[in-house]
């Protein structure tokens, strides 16, 4: 599966914020939704990919960890990955986070 990166649109921009709202037509908000569900759709599929592509490179390291004679799982390294994500995203981050190194363990 080959997935482009997707680029963030830029931000509207007005020098009068207020004229923005008044010139424009007000746009159909069954089109905001399903644009919006589409760009969601294409995220969704791109983190998809990126999970995917994590857990190929987490069986390498245990691959060649366990080679030469180490655990395969480092648990202070999950440790790391853990703060990281609660850091980021909060609390909701470390399930995340348990989530993902849930799904790249003990594919060796």
């Known amino acids: 599966m080959s997935i482009t990166p997707m680029t963030?649109?830029?931000a509207a921009t007005?020098?009068?914020?207020s004229s923005a709202s008044a010139s424009a037509p007000a746009a159909d908000p069954a089109a905001v939704i399903a644009d919006a569900r589409a760009r969601i759709d294409a995220l969704d599929d791109h983190i998809l990919?990126?999970?995917?592509?994590?857990?190929?490179?987490?069986a390498v390291v245990q691959q060649t960890r366990i080679a030469t004679g180490?655990?395969?799982v480092h648990l202070s390294r999950e440790m790391e990955v853990?703060?990281?994500y609660r850091?980021?995203?909060g609390r909701?981050?470390?399930s995340l986070a348990m989530?993902?190194?849930e799904l790249c363990r003990g594919r060796v």
Do not use: C
């Open 8 to 10: 963030t649109r830029p």
């Open 14 to 17: 007005s020098a009068d914020p």
């Open 49 to 58: 990919g990126l999970v995917q592509e994590r857990m190929a490179v987490s």
């Open 70 to 72: 180490g655990r395969r």
């Open 82 to 84: 853990l703060s990281r």
């Open 87 to 89: 850091d980021a995203l």
């Open 92 to 94: 909701p981050g470390t």
């Open 99 to 101: 989530t993902i190194l």
